[in-house]
């Protein structure tokens, strides 16, 4: 058990630019989540995964957010044409895939744009 | 819908005092509670979790949390507080009839003095 890890950890953009955050899950984890954390705030639900179907969105992700798990292991989170606002923690988190069960985070993408 | 709110952002113990850090919730049905931490530029790590059966939960690092139902809370608590537990403390919940995403309240960071 490796753990969850996310890739890069930090990223610096200019606004307007399209940046990808990738995570891998531990390895028998079928439930991919997605969450954003600002500063001074607890992590805020984006999406989730069972396997390669993405279940739900959050109104919070507008349609410049798209999110994959091709294959149901890694997941790609992109954002289009990034905004100042976009500025946050993205944070991914696997889980066995039943309610209550513990998820699993990640250490974090730091995504500053200027 | 849910929702977490916990009481008071900053907390200051001193090393060896008790440690209380509140978190109420809103739910229409009883929730799966979580209670994580996080430590300065890292994911969030659980300390201890309810999902069903006895509602005094023991977790990691000597903390502790009751589900007290009627008052719809889940505080959590530590007999005496250590330098090393300086961090940022998140109370969740989650639907038991949802995908388990969770909501996260805003957090309180806890400071201890030596």
């Known amino acids: 058990d490796t753990g969850v890890s996310q890739d890069p950890r930090h990223k610096i953009t200019k606004r307007g630019q399209n940046v990808t955050f990738r995570c891998d899950p531990i390895s028998e984890h079928n439930r991919l989540y997605w969450y954003r954390q600002t500063l001074g705030q607890g992590p805020e639900f984006l999406t989730y995964f069972q396997n390669e179907a993405q279940l739900e969105k959050s109104r919070l992700l507008s349609d410049r957010f798209s999110a994959e798990r091709p294959k149901g292991s890694f997941s790609t989170l992109e954002i289009q044409r990034t905004e100042q606002g976009d500025s946050a923690m993205y944070l991914c988190?696997?889980?066995?895939?039943?309610?209550?069960?513990?998820?699993?985070f990640g250490p974090g993408t730091r995504l500053l744009v200027l | 819908a849910q929702s977490v709110t916990q009481l008071g952002s900053h907390v200051s113990v001193s090393e060896g005092a008790l440690v209380l850090l509140r978190c109420n919730y809103s739910s229409s049905v009883p929730p799966y509670l979580f209670w994580y931490v996080q430590y300065p530029n890292q994911g969030l790590q659980l300390l201890l979790k309810?999902?069903?059966?006895?509602?005094l939960v023991k977790g990691i690092n000597g903390f502790e949390a009751e589900f007290k139902k009627s008052e719809t809370s889940f505080h959590l608590t530590k007999p005496s507080a250590h330098m090393s537990d300086a961090a940022e403390y998140f109370c969740a919940v989650s639907d038991r009839t949802n995908a388990g995403k969770s909501t996260f309240g805003d957090g309180t960071t806890l400071t201890v003095k030596p």
């Open positions: 309810y999902t069903t059966g006895a509602t």
């Open positions: 988190a696997s889980s066995r895939g039943q309610g209550g069960e513990t998820q699993y």
